[in-house]
């Protein structure tokens, strides 16, 4: 297959290294995230109950604690 593109071939090609994302349980559903140095940054909720949704301390971007 040919590609025709004025970006080079090796940005095309390039794969990014994504970090690992991990799963973690509390009392309502569960969070994905990503363990960093400040701790485990929340980057999505999964849960069934709305009012988990609305709970500032399970919002992306938070470091979540049990």
Do not use: W
């Not at 509390?26 to 909720?45: A, D, S």
């Amino acid at each position: 297959m040919i590609i025709h593109s004025i970006v080079p071939v090796d940005f095309l090609t390039e794969q990014p290294v994504l970090p690992v994302c991990t799963l973690k349980q509390f009392k309502g559903g569960m969070v994905e995230g990503i363990k960093t140095e400040q701790g485990f940054v929340i980057n999505r909720i999964i849960s069934t109950d709305p009012s988990i949704y609305l709970n500032p301390k399970y919002a992306p971007g938070q470091i979540f604690t049990e």
